[in-house]
Nanobody
Framework: QVPLVESGGGLVQAGGSLRLSCAAS????????IDWYRQAPGKQRELVAS???????NYADSAKGRFTISRDNAKNTVYLQMNNLKPEDTAVYSC?????????WGQGTQVTVSS
């Protein structure tokens, strides 16, 4: 089973919304943190949001008030709800899980926000 698989990206107009999903294997879902990162062309990868196994969340300043990370333990899935999207949110979004003895990246999903 692939450890992490993202979906939900696409093309949206500024001000619109998207919900990204990160479907995790049972092993990957057991990580203490599961993170959403993004990387725009020519820029460094940046942490967008993270969630612990207990559901404690943390956000980058650019995501606060617009993005919500959540997890469905019954589905081994982490979500990133993105509202009021801006052109500068355009990037490949990837989820990441670090178990200590191993870490996993998903393949990423493209989000493009048009102005």
């Amino acid at each position: 089973q692939v450890p992490l698989v993202e979906s939900g990206g696409g093309l949206v107009q500024a001000g619109g919304s998207l919900r990204l999903s990160c479907a995790a294997s049972r092993t990957a879902f057991g990580a203490n943190f599961i993170d959403w990162y993004r990387q725009a062309p020519g820029k460094q990868r940046e942490l967008v949001a993270s969630i612990t196994r207990a559901g404690v969340t943390n956000y980058a300043d650019s995501a606060k008030g617009r993005f919500t990370i959540s997890r469905d333990n019954a589905k081994n899935t982490v979500y990133l709800q993105m509202n009021n999207l801006k052109p500068e949110d355009t990037a490949v979004y990837s989820c990441y899980a670090n178990l200590g003895f191993a870490d996993y990246w998903g393949q990423g999903t493209q989000v493009t926000v048009s102005s």
